[in-house]
Nanobody, 120 residues
Framework: QLVVFGGGSVQIGGSLRLTCVES????????MGWFRQVPGKEREFVAG????????AYGDSVKGRFTISRDYAKNTVYLQMNSLKPEDTAVYYC???????????????WGQGTKVTVSS
C-alpha cells in the first residue's frame, strides 16, 4: 500500500516536497515512480528511482527542477519539486513495479494522489 501526501498550494517559483510511504511486503525491493494527472488528460510520468537508488529518470518537463529520492529506513520515496510552474498543477501519485512499468506508467491500480496547485 502506498500513501501519498505533501501536496498543497504554492506560488510560482516555490517548492514542495511530496512523500510516498510504502507499506507491505519488501517495499524496498521495488522501483518507485511519481506520476501526475490533470483532469481530462492522460497520466504523465514524472520521475522514477530504481530499487537500489542508483538509477533515476525524469520526465522532460521536470528535469532540472524535480528530484526523486528514497529513504530505505523509512520505506519512503520523496519528490522534491523546485521552481514550480503553473503547468505543474496536477494530482500527483506514486506507484511501484518494474522499471519499464515505471517509465511507461503502466499500472492497473492507483492509490489516492495528492493535489498540487501552482499559481501566481
Amino acid at each position: 500500500q502506498l500513501v501519498v501526501f505533501g501536496g498543497g498550494s504554492v506560488q510560482i517559483g516555490g517548492s514542495l516536497r511530496l512523500t510516498c510511504v510504502e507499506s507491505g511486503d519488501a517495499p524496498t525491493s521495488y522501483n518507485m515512480g511519481w506520476f501526475r494527472q490533470v483532469p481530462g488528460k492522460e497520466r504523465e510520468f514524472v520521475a522514477g528511482i530504481s530499487w537500489s537508488g542508483v538509477r533515476t529518470a525524469y520526465g522532460d518537463s521536470v528535469k532540472g527542477r524535480f528530484t526523486i529520492s528514497r529513504d530505505y529506513a523509512k520505506n519512503t520515496v520523496y519528490l522534491q519539486m523546485n521552481s514550480l510552474k503553473p503547468e505543474d498543477t496536477a494530482v500527483y501519485y506514486c506507484n511501484a513495479g518494474s522499471w519499464i512499468r515505471i517509465i511507461q506508467g503502466n499500472f492497473d491500480s492507483w492509490g489516492q494522489g495528492t493535489k498540487v496547485t501552482v499559481s501566481s
